[in-house]
C-alpha cells in the first residue's frame, strides 16, 4: 500500500531563515504529487502540485518542491521563510491503486518567529 | 479557496446522537472524497462518491458511518451513534473529473466534538 512520510514533526524557525521539509512516499509507479498548507483555523490549500515535466515545481507564495524519482522524494523548499508561514504542511501522494484518493503524511507544524 | 461549502462549520453531539455533516461541491464538479483528521494526524480517506454512486469506501469504519451523493443536493456524511472517538475534523473536497492528472479543492472542514 502506498504511504507517506514527513519526518519533520514539528520546525521552528526565525524569520529569514531557509526552509526544506521533507517528504517520501512508497510507491513505485506513476504518481501525482501535492503539498498543501493548512493555516491556523483555516482549511487546506494548495501550495503546489508535480503530475510530470519538470520535477522541479514552483508553487505560490515563493514556494518549489523538487521530485526526485529515485529517492521517492519530494521535498519543500523556501529561500526565506516570513512569519505569516506559520502553519500546517502537508505532502500528498496518489496514483496506483490509489488514483482516487489522496495520502496524506502526518504533516509537519511550522513556527516562524520574527 | 476553491468554492467547495461544507456545514456546519462546528458540531457538537453527545453521545449516542447522529451527526449529520454536509458538503456541497464546487459547482460543475461531479466527484466528491471526505477526509478525516484526528488530533495530531494527518487526513485520512474515508470515502469517493460520484453523483447516486459511492465509488470507493475503503476508508469508512465498518459500522455507524454512511455517505451519500444524491442526483440533487448536497453530499451527507452520517455518523450513528457517535462516540467520543469520533471528534475530529472532517473535510470533504471535491473535483471536476478523476484520473491521473485531477486536483482536489477542500472545503473548510466540519469540527465534530463528542461530549
Known amino acids: 500500500a502506498q504511504s507517506v512520510s514527513q519526518h519533520n514533526h514539528h520546525v521552528i524557525l526565525s524569520e529569514a531563515a531557509s526552509l526544506e521539509l521533507g517528504c517520501n512516499y512508497s510507491?513505485?509507479?506513476?504518481?501525482?504529487l501535492f503539498w498543501y498548507v493548512q493555516y491556523p483555523g483555516q482549511h487546506l490549500q494548495l501550495l503546489l502540485k508535480?503530475?510530470?515535466?519538470?520535477?522541479l515545481v514552483k508553487g505560490i507564495k515563493g514556494f518549489e518542491a523538487e521530485f526526485i524519482k529515485s529517492k521517492f522524494s519530494f521535498n519543500l523548499r523556501k529561500p526565506s521563510v516570513q512569519w505569516s508561514d506559520t502553519a500546517e504542511y502537508f505532502c500528498?501522494?496518489?496514483?496506483?491503486?490509489?488514483?482516487?484518493?489522496?495520502?496524506f503524511g502526518t504533516g509537519t507544524r511550522l513556527q516562524v518567529f520574527p | 479557496n476553491a468554492g467547495v461549502m461544507q456545514n456546519p462549520r462546528h458540531l457538537v453531539r453527545r453521545r449516542g446522537q447522529e451527526a449529520r455533516l454536509r458538503c456541497s461541491p464546487m459547482?460543475?464538479?461531479?466527484?466528491v472524497y471526505w477526509y478525516r483528521q484526528l488530533p495530531e494526524e494527518g487526513l485520512k480517506f474515508m470515502v469517493y462518491?460520484?453523483?447516486?454512486?459511492?465509488?470507493?469506501e475503503s476508508g469508512m469504519p465498518k459500522e455507524r458511518f454512511s455517505a451519500e451523493f444524491p442526483k440533487e443536493g448536497p453530499s451527507i456524511l452520517r455518523i450513528q451513534q457517535v462516540v467520543r472517538g469520533d471528534s475530529a475534523a472532517y473535510f470533504c473536497?471535491?473535483?471536476?473529473?478523476?484520473?491521473?492528472?485531477?486536483?482536489?479543492?477542500f472545503g473548510p472542514g466540519t469540527r465534530l466534538t463528542v461530549t
Open positions: 510507491y513505485g509507479g506513476t504518481v501525482n
Open positions: 473536497a471535491s473535483s471536476l473529473t478523476t484520473g491521473i492528472s485531477y486536483e482536489q479543492y
Open positions: 459547482k460543475g464538479h461531479s466527484h
Open positions: 508535480y503530475f510530470s515535466g519538470d520535477p
Open positions: 462518491l460520484q453523483k447516486e454512486n459511492i465509488i470507493d
Open positions: 500528498a501522494v496518489n496514483g496506483g491503486e490509489n488514483t482516487d484518493k489522496l495520502i
